[in-house]
């Protein structure tokens, strides 16, 4: 199996530094800062790379969850929410959000909750944050 990798690089201190993420295979490259990350600055920061692991990886688990189970899923849309908060004189991830919408014909609702819910514990991504808190609103569209 391979190993991937991201690099980053900060320049400064933190309220007035500034950097750049890049995706190791060369698909994403964006600056972040302070203002970027604790507040609502332009940028991105590296909350917004978990929720894009999160929502990634739930949706390919449960794509594959679905399958297993005899459904053909037409599609998985995933957004994931990830909270930053302060905590214990500094700052912590307290909660990730996971909400998602879903076109799967024949499944029931409860079928395929029940299934959102495994992916939301069992997707590498949820398994390395497990230390996080995460709530799965799954919705069935046609």
């Keep these: 199996m391979p190993t991937r990798n991201a690099t980053a690089r900060w320049e400064g201190d933190l309220p007035s530094g500034k ?3 890049m995706f190791g295979g060369g698909a994403f490259e964006g600056q972040f800062s ?3 990350r604790f507040e609502e600055g332009v940028g991105t920061n590296p909350e917004e790379l978990i929720a894009a692991a999160q ?3 739930f949706s390919m688990a449960l ?3 679905i399958a297993k189970a005899g459904y053909e899923p037409k599609s998985i849309q995933t957004e ?3 909270k930053i908060e302060r ?3 500094g700052f912590g991830i307290t909660h990730i959000q996971i909400n998602t919408r879903a076109e799967i014909p024949g499944i029931s609702e409860e079928e395929f909750r029940q299934h959102a819910e495994t992916a939301k514990e069992n997707c590498p991504v949820s ?3 497990k230390a996080v808190p995460k709530d ?3 919705t069935l569209v046609s």
Excluded: E, R
Aim: charged share 10%; aromatic share 0%.
């Design 19 to 21: 950097g750049t993420m």
């Design 34 to 36: 302070a203002s970027s």
């Design 55 to 57: 929502a990634g990886c």
């Design 63 to 65: 794509a594959n969850i």
């Design 80 to 82: 994931a929410q990830v």
């Design 87 to 89: 905590v214990d004189g």
């Design 127 to 129: 398994k390395a944050l």
């Design 136 to 138: 799965v609103n799954a």
